[in-house]
C-alpha cells in the first residue's frame, strides 16, 4: 500500500495565523482527500483534491478558509486560514490504494489558542 | 438524511473472547464498506472492505458480514488480545466518487 508522510505532527498556532500541513505521497495518486477529526469524533471529509483541477469541497468546508494545493500527483497541502479555538482538531490527508482501502496520513494535532 | 451508527460505549472483553462491533447506516446505498483500526494519536489503518454483493469476509483473526437488507456490517474479532484494544471505524463508500463517509467509530477495550 502507499505510504504517506504528514508534516508537522502537531502545532500549536495563535489565534488569527494561517497553519499549512504537507502530505507526501510515495507514489502516484489521482485523488488525495483531506479529512478533520475533532475530539472524540469520527472523520468528516473536508475536500477532495484532484491534480491540475480545483479541490471539491464538502458542505461546510469553504476554500477561503481551507485553501488546497495539489502541484503533482505526489503531494498535496492544506492550508487552515485565519485560525481560531473552533480550528483545533486532528487533520488527516488520505489515498485511495488500488480499490482497496484507504492509506492515511499520521495526522496533524492543531491547536489554536 | 444518511446516517452511520456505530456504538459509542467502549466495549470491555475479556483476552480469548470473540469482540463484536456493530455498524448500522441509514439512507445509504453503499457499493462497498470498509473497516479500520485507529490507535490514539494515530491515523486510521485499513482492515478489511467488503462489497455489496459479498456476504462475508475473513482475514486472519477478523471476520466481516455485510447484510444490505439489514443495513449493517457486523465486525468480528476471535480469539481477542489486549493489542487489538483500539477504537474501530466502519466507512460507506461508492455513492459519490471514492468518498468515504465513517461512522463514530467504537472503542473496544480487551482485559488481560
Known amino acids: 500500500s502507499a505510504v504517506i508522510s504528514q508534516k508537522p505532527s502537531r502545532d500549536i498556532c495563535q489565534r488569527g495565523t494561517s497553519l499549512t500541513i504537507q502530505c507526501q505521497v510515495d507514489s502516484q495518486v489521482t485523488m488525495m482527500f483531506w479529512y478533520r477529526q475533532q475530539p472524540g469524533q469520527s472523520l468528516t471529509l473536508i475536500a477532495t483534491a484532484n491534480q491540475g483541477s480545483e479541490a471539491t469541497y464538502e458542505s461546510g468546508f469553504v476554500i477561503d478558509k481551507f485553501p488546497i494545493s495539489r502541484p503533482n500527483l505526489t503531494f498535496s497541502t492544506l492550508t487552515v486560514s485565519n485560525m481560531s479555538p473552533e480550528d483545533s482538531s486532528i487533520y488527516l490527508c488520505?489515498?485511495?490504494?488500488?480499490?482497496?482501502?484507504?492509506?492515511f496520513g499520521s495526522g496533524t494535532r492543531l491547536t489554536v489558542v | 438524511s444518511q446516517k452511520i451508527e456505530q456504538n459509542s460505549e467502549a466495549l470491555n472483553i475479556q483476552e480469548g473472547k470473540t469482540a463484536t462491533l456493530t455498524c448500522n447506516y441509514t439512507n445509504y446505498s453503499p457499493a462497498y464498506l470498509q473497516w479500520y483500526r485507529q490507535d490514539p494519536g494515530r491515523g486510521p489503518v485499513f482492515l478489511l472492505l467488503i462489497r455489496e454483493n459479498e456476504k462475508e469476509k475473513r482475514k486472519e483473526r477478523l471476520k466481516v458480514t455485510f447484510d444490505t437488507t439489514l443495513k449493517q456490517s457486523l465486525f468480528h474479532i476471535t480469539a481477542s488480545q489486549p493489542a487489538d484494544s483500539a477504537t474501530y471505524l466502519c466507512?460507506?463508500?461508492?455513492?459519490?466518487?471514492?468518498?468515504?463517509?465513517f461512522g463514530g467509530g467504537t472503542r473496544l477495550m480487551v482485559k488481560p
Open positions: 466507512a460507506l463508500g461508492g455513492n459519490a466518487g471514492n468518498m468515504l463517509t
Open positions: 488520505s489515498v485511495e490504494h488500488n480499490g482497496d482501502g484507504y492509506t
